[in-house]
């Protein structure tokens, strides 16, 4: 199959069904990881810490959307990020209410990669080749929005790909599937396509981004941004990828309230 579309990717049996692994380039092309946070200076340290600790893809900036940070240990630990030799991570200060549409599209425009990879301030790496399997998928020209397998600190999952209509308008697959389970039809250990996957953890080529208009910053200023991004991804020709083999945790919610909040 893979030889007759020119692909450049091998495909592995599994106990469950197939995988494909996708060849990188031979110049692993630049990921721009955009971080906002507001404070919180234990997620934020232990976020960049895993990801400069653990990731194996060698090809990657982070962007700090510092969004009007005040407390004078986190504004001294993002300056000493900036500061290190050879850093790899920028500090964008931005002090506008919190909208976290605007906060990612503004980086959006000051990141050098040919990729975006869209990083809650509370995610933590497990699996070490997180990136290099969400770069190979996101680079297929039909590809949109590539998301990650995110697992709660208690290893029930919290993102398996997001379906549209449960919950009144979205929500996530195999959402409290304790690790090691399969899931329905064992879907939560294969790769597939889905309507949406969530940005706590997405990965995006900087052109289809563009083309799409970025987050909606004036009606989606919190919540369901990335439902309606991976939407509008959908319309304009792409399919968006939840892969199992991209792992992290996710402190959900830890420095933000409920979605469904009125407000």
């Known amino acids: 199959h893979y030889e007759r579309l020119g692909a450049r990717a091998r495909v592995e049996s599994t106990a469950y069904g197939y995988r494909t692994r996708y060849a990188l380039p031979h110049r692993a092309p630049l990921v721009s990881l955009i971080i906002p946070t507001r404070n919180a200076l234990p997620l934020v340290r232990q976020c ?33 990020l900036a500061e290190r030799p050879s850093s790899r991570v920028r500090v964008l200060r931005d002090d506008r209410e919190f909208n976290y549409s605007a906060l990612n599209n503004a980086a959006a425009v000051i990141a050098r990669g040919e990729l975006l990879g869209l990083i809650n301030n509370d995610i933590e790496v497990i699996s070490p080749d997180w990136l290099d399997e969400m770069v190979g998928i996101a680079l297929q020209p039909d590809v949109g929005a590539v998301g990650a397998a995110l697992w709660f600190p208690n290893d029930t999952l919290q993102h398996g ?6 919950g009144e308008l979205a929500g996530h697959a ?11 039809f064992m879907r939560a250990v294969l790769s597939q396509s889905f309507s949406a996957v969530t940005a706590a953890c997405l990965l995006v080529r900087k052109r289809a981004f563009e083309q799409v208009g970025g987050l909606d910053a004036d009606n989606l200023k919190i919540a369901f941004n990335d439902v309606d991004f991976c939407l509008r991804l959908r319309e304009a020709g792409y399919r968006n990828v939840w892969t199992p083999y991209a792992e992290l945790y996710h402190h959900e919610s830890a420095t933000r309230g409920s979605d469904l909040a009125p407000e």
């Open 48 to 80: 960049i810490e895993s990801i400069e600790r653990k990731t194996t893809y060698p090809n990657y900036e982070i962007i700090l959307v510092d969004n009007g940070s005040d407390d004078p240990a986190a504004l001294q630990y993002f300056k000493d």
């Open 174 to 184: 195999h959402k409290f599937l304790p690790r090691g389970g399969k899931g329905y």
């Open 161 to 166: 790909g997001v379906v549209l209509g449960i």
